[in-house]
């Protein structure tokens, strides 16, 4: 008599089929974290290249704009859970706006020194009150209870420049002497200081400014001309300076921030970029005093 034994190969089966389920099960407790981190990896990238490329969008509209006092932003949301946005920054009542400065020691200061000039773009009549466009330069940190050595002699010098002449300073520039009685409550003016031009014709700022300046472009240039030395030797390796303007228009900043978001889901990219203004070539400052 034959024995049916199709039971003992269904039961075979069943423990194949659970030992494969087991299997996947444990393949796939070692495979999701891993799946995890790689979706996290790609909503990262994704954050950043997409903050980078409004980066770019930034940057090509800061270059093609009319008026550098003019801002924009712009926001996308392309897919759910997905977004980037971007935002400049150009003009504001001070330079540096508050909390934006690049000096270590405080962030209401930019930095001043041979490397680093004060360059802004001050024609087609951006500023409208001279007189009220104030200048303060400080020594950094704990060591302003110093003084700066040097006397009288130069120690930041200026040029207000056009697409045609340049007013260089002569007697005016700024000795260690000025910069150590600045203070907040007796800002450095410079609206009535003489300079000389190229062609050795003596003007004031204002005059300058109002003949050159009110309908063309004109780039205002402070360089540190000399070493900054403190009266107990100490070497510094830059001042500070903040420019005050409150009672005026907004004017071009410094620097335009962009500042630039991209998020994916859980992860967010924040890109800030500091694109500076129009330079002079420096060479042109050791021309003047060589």
């Known amino acids: 008599m034959r024995k049916n034994k199709e039971w003992f190969s269904i039961l075979i089966w069943m423990w194949l089929t659970i030992l494969i389920i ?3 099960y444990v393949i796939l407790a070692y495979m999701m ?17 997409q903050a980078y490329s409004w980066v770019e969008e930034g940057l090509y509209y ?22 980037v946005t971007y935002q400049t920054y150009s003009s504001g009542k001070t330079i540096p706006q508050e909390w ?31 007189d009220n466009f104030r200048f303060i330069f400080q ?16 120690i930041v010098n200026w040029m207000l420049s056009s697409d045609v002449d340049t007013l260089i300073a002569t007697g005016s520039y700024l000795s ?5 009685i600045i203070t907040p409550a007796s800002q450095w003016k410079i609206a ?31 360089s540190v001309v000399n070493s ?44 800030n970029v500091r694109v500076p203004q129009q330079t002079i070539n420096q060479a042109f400052d050791f021309t003047v005093f060589q």
Not at 104 to 128: A, H, M
Not at 202 to 215: G, P
Not at 230 to 251: A, C, H, M, Q, R
């Open 62 to 83: 800061t270059k093609w704009r009319a008026d550098l006092r003019s801002e924009t932003g712009s926001t996308i949301l392309p897919w759910e859970s997905k977004w």
């Open 22 to 24: 087991l299997s996947a």
């Open 139 to 154: 020594i950094p940190g704990d060591l302003r209870n110093w003084n700066l050595s040097g006397g009288t002699g130069a």
């Open 228 to 271: 900054l030395k403190l009266e107990n030797t100490t070497e510094l390796p830059y001042l500070e300076y903040k420019i005050d303007f409150s009672w005026g228009p907004d004017v071009p900043d410094r620097y335009t921030r962009i500042e630039s978001y991209g998020k994916a889901y859980d992860f967010q990219k924040k890109l």
């Open 100 to 130: 934006y400065g690049n000096s270590e020691y405080n962030r209401d200061f930019n930095i001043i020194s041979q490397t680093e000039p004060i360059q802004l773009q001050v024609g087609k009549n951006y500023i409208t009150d001279w």
């Open 192 to 222: 009535e200081k003489d300079w000389v031009t190229l062609w050795w014709i003596t003007k004031n700022f204002r005059t300058f400014y109002q003949e050159s300046c009110v309908l063309e472009g004109c780039i205002l240039k402070m």
């Open 176 to 180: 260690a002497q000025d910069i150590n």
């Open 33 to 49: 974290p891993f799946m995890k981190s790689v979706r996290g990896i790609e909503n990262t990238s994704w954050a950043y290249y």
